[in-house]
């Protein structure tokens, strides 16, 4: 008992040194890619008075206000990755708490703190985050998630402690800042029902209803809002021509299956891996039975915490991007809001299959240390952009915007020949890729 109250004691501040042994390299890290298109060249990030006159003519405010004040702090580029380190550590602890409460409403209350540690262990250390972390522009989703995970989470304990002013107030406060973060959040008043409907289960719909109706409420204005941005019409019009309804499904089940994946083995890391529009049912059959068997097999044992922690990925990854596919069908950072709760059924089956405390603390122990050493290692690749696109081109050797993109870090670091062989490399790929034949043309007149 003793050497257990310690362990929880002090496993804080170990996930803490394991922390910043994974992250610790990433301040000195340039601005890569969209970071230019975001905040460098995007005036709105460029101090309080640029934000301001940008406030009603864009998406994402809050969003925007974070980048100005980094660039009004002075702190050049490593100010911008401590923010993102903060917001890393805020989400982490509102996993540890967010666990813990699901826990001891599923019946777990003397196991919540442990199960709370080592999920929120997980999700601090997991290498596939390193994309919402250590990429700048990554901050998007980290900034959402951490509005959308305490709404969610202050709902939950104004729910437990029937504190109206926590559900009705708090909660969609958070939620309207998580949507001016990033719209993806619209999601949160469905996430709120999964909550009570797998958590409060003799609760009657109506009852529901009174309780979610200030987000729904919510959720209506803003998506008025929303539609009269002419910046989201833009991109809805072109996101809806992208492909059929059908193909986007089948697209989007094999992108789940493919960030499943990267969450359960992640054995390489990729910011532009090469997935392809799927176009047939049968392409995609084998991955919509797993996904149909998992959720089988959560209602069959009448499991609400596995039934949760699949709808809440389910809800995370698939219905948005459905009916607005993606330019990019997937990217890492899509799990960062999407995983803790398959995280905290790793942790939960790690508990039940290592029985002794002794060997499952050295198990868990190992585990995190060796996660802590892969984000460390996929953090040594965003410490150039020459770095990050020659990983990329290795995890994607197929795909022509790698190439592109490598063939222009290239070109920037006056390494003109290795530039000319990657534009060349992207056009064998895809001759049709304007963008690389454009920048190869440029490259033999400057030469001339």
């Known amino acids: 008992m003793l050497n257990r109250i310690m362990i929880e004691r002090y496993s804080p501040w170990l996930i803490l040194a394991l922390l910043l042994l994974a992250y610790g390299s990433t301040p000195g890290t340039p601005f890569q890619f969209d970071d230019y298109n975001v905040i460098v060249a995007a005036q709105s990030a460029h101090g309080y008075a640029a934000w301001w006159h940008d406030l009603g003519h864009g998406l994402r405010p809050l969003l925007k206000l974070s980048y100005a004040m980094n660039w009004a702090s002075g ?27 699901v826990c001891v409403l599923s019946g777990r209350s003397s196991i919540a703190p442990s199960i709370g540690v ?103 204005i803003m998506v008025m809002v929303l539609l009269m941005q002419e910046r989201y019409w833009q991109m ?56 149909v068997t998992l959720l089988a097999v959560a209602c069959a044992q009448r499991s609400r915490l596995m039934i949760f922690a699949l709808l809440w990925l389910l809800l995370q990854l698939f219905p948005i991007y459905v009916f607005l596919p993606r330019l990019d069908i997937a990217n890492d950072r899509q799990l960062y809001l999407a995983d803790w709760t398959v995280l905290m059924l790793i942790a939960l089956i790690i508990f039940r299959v290592f ?63 290795d530039a000319e062989r990657a534009y060349s490399a992207a056009l064998k790929i895809d001759p049709n890729f304007w963008r690389a034949e454009n920048n190869l043309l440029q490259l033999r007149e400057n030469r001339q």
Not at 77 to 100: E, Q, S
Not at 259 to 271: A, M
Not at 362 to 379: I, K, Q
């Open 75 to 101: 702190s050049e580029v490593w100010g911008f990755h401590l923010f993102n380190l903060l917001l890393h550590l805020a989400n982490t602890l509102l996993v540890y708490k967010l666990v813990t409460q």
């Open 355 to 417: 029985k002794q405390d002794k060997t499952r603390y050295v198990f868990v122990l190992v585990l995190l240390f060796f996660a802590a050493l892969a984000t460390w290692s996929r953090n040594q690749d965003y410490r150039s952009e020459i770095a990050l696109w020659e990983a990329t081109v290795r995890a994607s050797p197929y795909k022509a915007r790698p190439q592109n993109n490598l063939g222009y870090a290239y070109f920037l670091d006056g390494r003109k020949t």
């Open 118 to 220: 080592l999920s929120a262990a997980l999700f601090a250390l997991h290498p596939a985050h390193t994309e919402a972390v250590t990429y700048i522009s990554g901050r998007s989703i980290s900034l959402m998630t951490m509005f959308y995970l305490a709404s969610v989470l202050s709902y939950a304990r104004g729910r437990e402690q029937q504190n109206s002013f926590l559900v009705y107030i708090v909660s969609p406060v958070l939620f309207v800042l998580a949507v001016a973060s990033k719209e993806t959040a619209l999601t949160l008043p469905f996430a709120i029902l999964l909550w009570e409907r797998c958590f409060y289960v003799g609760r009657s719909w109506r009852e529901v209803g009174r309780k979610i109706a200030v987000h729904g409420t919510l959720l209506l």
């Open 236 to 291: 809805m019009d072109f996101s809806a021509n992208l492909h059929s309804v059908m193909e986007n499904f089948y697209t989007q089940t094999h992108a789940m299956t493919y960030l499943l994946g990267q969450l359960l083995i992640p054995l390489q890391q990729n910011i532009d891996p090469d997935l392809a529009v799927v176009k047939t049912w049968q392409a995609v059959f084998p991955e919509v039975l797993l996904w």
